[in-house]
């Protein structure tokens, strides 16, 4: 996943610390399935510690990307209370929870008794949480007025902002940002909790289209090596953005995991030592380093390895070379735009992940857009348009088909014009197209 926030220095001043964290995955596997085609009512939920403008900024940029949030109101809270059933529900129904604190401001016992149920949800592994810090790190005295009111409750409030704080601070790439307008920082946020959202759809429709052809081709290349099942064999997946490289190797993951003692998909092959997307389970890898190698070699376990975003040579050398310390039998699945890369770095067998067919991509997309598996026959030939506007790639089928949900012909049609303009096909004139004024 790319950095959370671009690059600062074009953008205007503001007197205003802001400190944005990197979303951390849930550890469930069941977290990649989408809302968007669940038919479920909210997607984010919105967490506040009190009222300010800044929360509706956010709101208005999510609501832009087609994102359905569930804004708290808990900040208005000073009752110690059970958090009520439509929170709970909407806890439930979302995807990620957006929690968005202030130093100039004391937390509310609402918005306490609320963290400590989001908190619940992430770490079962069902809800991805992003703090966003209106000054840097509030965490260690933001609550201290709040709980000298309600010393009984203090602690257990304390405990939840040290897990916030941890959430916060695990990802080196979290960091301050100082001289900004805060709406073009939610715009770069909302964003990439849209890509979070839009992106978590392993076990749905848009992991199913086209997958079993994908999987049939795959074990072909898995058969190769199983016969004589003496050696670590590395596998190659490449393809352009977009195109579905991941929710096919989260896919594969899925599928071929049982078959493993020890299991480990790195998410950002950047950040390799970092704690990963991964199981409590103690036969699940959580680091790539010696020692947890060396273990699994030594009890001739089978390791599956599945390496998303691997951009340079040196990142694959280092994976296979590593790799040659697993026990035969094992998998080493490399994700990468770039088959050169891969070939240059000694894997041998290759699998492209190309687009969609006309007929995938359709279905796709009116999931998306029209909330069933084809389109409306007055919307038809609009959708015909749409899925080639996008070049048949699932991530852009799923970026515009969100986009154009309930809205009129006529605002298809402008919609349509307007990305025709821009010659279509390219992810980055699809969020132009959800971002500008209607």
Known sequence: MRKLLSDPSSLATRQQDIVVTKPVFSSSSSSWSSSLLAGRDVDVFLSFCCETSDHLLLQEHLLGSGIKTFESISWGETRVRSVDQQTLKALEESKVAVVMLSKREPCSVGFLEELIVILEFHEKGSLTVIPICLTPYPFVDVEEET????????PSWRAALTKLSNIATEYPSSRNVKSLFLSDWLKEVARDICLQVLSSTSNDLNALVAMDRHMEAFYELLAASDASNNQVQTIGIWGSAGVGKTTLARYIYAEISVNFQTCLFLENVDNMKDKILMSEDPTVMT????ETITKARRKHSKVLLVADGVNNIEQAVWIIEYAKWF???SKVALISQNKNLLVDAGVT???EVRT?????SLQLFSHFAFKQPYPPSDFEQLAVRAVHLAGFL????RLLGSFLNGKSRQEWEAALLKLKEKQGGNILEV????ESPQ
């Open 147 to 154: 709980c000298q009111l309600f010393p009984e409750n203090a």
């Open 287 to 290: 680091s790539l380093d010696h």
């Open 327 to 329: 026990a035969p039998g």
């Open 349 to 351: 067998d290759v699998y």
């Open 356 to 360: 969609l067919r006309y007929d995938e």
């Open 394 to 397: 699932p991530f852009a089928l």
């Open 431 to 434: 969020w132009k197209l959800m």
